[in-house]
C-alpha cells in the first residue's frame, strides 16, 4: 500500500457500481496480518455483467485511486456453494471476513470439493458466529476460494483454535492442495457498496 488515506477515499467513490447492471455488492477490508494489504470481495450476476462493466466502466472508478496502491492483483471465481446456507453478499452484519485461496492438485478437485462439501462447510457452519460463505472456483479449475463472514473476531479465533488440525487431517488437506494463502480482514463498513 503506498498512500492508505488516498486508497480508501477512492475507495467510497466505488459507490458508482450501484448503477451497474448485474453488480450484487461489493465489501472488503484490511489485512489483521500484513500491513497495508487491502482485500475487496466484488459479486456479479454473471461473468458477461463483469466483463461490459470493466468494458464501460471500470477506468472511470478505478482513476479515483490511481497512485494510492501498488501491486493489486484481480481473481475471478465462479460460484459453487454456500458455506452454510442461503448466501447473499451482504456485509452490514458482519465484522470479519476469512478468505482462503487454495491450489489443488488437478486429480484430487473432485475430493477436495467433495470434503469441502462434507467436511469444512458443516464445521463452519456450526460455528457460532459464522454467519455465511461461499466456495468458489477459478476457471483454471484447480484454484478455489473459501469466503466466511462472521460476526466478531472472537468467535472465529474458537473456530480456528478447537477446529482447524483434526479437520485438516479428516479432510486429507495434505494431498489434495499445494499451495494455500490465506487472511483474516477486518471488515471496513465505509467500503460496503
Given at each position: 500500500?503506498?498512500?492508505r488515506?488516498?486508497?480508501?477515499?477512492?475507495?467510497?467513490?466505488?459507490?458508482?457500481?450501484?448503477?451497474?447492471?448485474?453488480?450484487?455488492?461489493?465489501?472488503?477490508?484490511?489485512?489483521?496480518?500484513?500491513?497495508?494489504?487491502?482485500?475487496?470481495?466484488?459479486?456479479?450476476?454473471?461473468?458477461?455483467?463483469?466483463?461490459?462493466f470493466?468494458?464501460?466502466?471500470?477506468?472511470?472508478?478505478?482513476?479515483?485511486?490511481?497512485?494510492?496502491?501498488?501491486?493489486?492483483?484481480?481473481?475471478?471465481?465462479?460460484?459453487?456453494?454456500?458455506?452454510?446456507?442461503?448466501?447473499?453478499?451482504?456485509?452490514?452484519?458482519?465484522?470479519?471476513?476469512?478468505?482462503?485461496?487454495?491450489?489443488?492438485?488437478?486429480?484430487?478437485?473432485?475430493?477436495?470439493?467433495?470434503?469441502?462439501?462434507?467436511?469444512?462447510?458443516?464445521?463452519?457452519?456450526?460455528?457460532?458466529?459464522?454467519?455465511?460463505?461461499?466456495?468458489?472456483?477459478?476457471?483454471?479449475?484447480?484454484?478455489?476460494?473459501?469466503?466466511?463472514?462472521?460476526?466478531?473476531?472472537?468467535?472465529?479465533?474458537?473456530?480456528?483454535?478447537?477446529?482447524?488440525e483434526?479437520?485438516?487431517?479428516?479432510?486429507?488437506?495434505?494431498?489434495?492442495?499445494?499451495?494455500?494463502?490465506?487472511?483474516?480482514?477486518?471488515l471496513?463498513?465505509?467500503?460496503?457498496?
Amino acid at each position: 500500500m503506498v498512500d492508505r488515506r488516498g486508497f480508501e477515499r477512492g475507495q467510497r467513490k466505488w459507490a458508482g457500481l450501484l448503477g451497474e447492471p448485474g453488480f450484487r455488492a461489493q465489501g472488503g477490508g484490511w489485512s489483521r496480518s500484513r500491513p497495508g494489504v487491502a482485500h475487496l470481495f466484488g459479486f456479479w450476476e454473471s461473468r458477461a455483467f463483469y466483463d461490459s462493466f470493466m468494458a464501460r466502466s471500470h477506468d472511470r472508478l478505478a482513476a479515483t485511486q490511481t497512485g494510492t496502491h501498488k501491486d493489486a492483483q484481480v481473481r475471478l471465481f465462479e460460484y459453487r456453494f454456500d458455506v452454510k446456507v442461503g448466501f447473499q453478499p451482504q456485509f452490514a452484519d458482519a465484522d470479519l471476513l476469512r478468505v482462503a485461496h487454495c491450489t489443488v492438485r488437478r486429480e484430487r478437485v473432485e475430493h477436495y470439493t467433495l470434503m469441502q462439501e462434507k467436511v469444512w462447510n458443516p464445521a463452519m457452519a456450526g460455528s457460532p458466529g459464522m454467519l455465511r460463505g461461499v466456495f468458489a472456483q477459478a476457471q483454471s479449475g484447480d484454484e478455489f476460494l473459501v469466503l466466511s463472514m462472521w460476526d466478531s473476531a472472537a468467535e472465529h479465533g474458537k473456530y480456528r483454535t478447537e477446529r482447524i488440525e483434526r479437520l485438516a487431517l479428516r479432510a486429507q488437506i495434505g494431498a489434495d492442495v499445494t499451495a494455500v494463502d490465506g487472511d483474516v480482514i477486518d471488515l471496513e463498513p465505509a467500503w460496503t457498496v
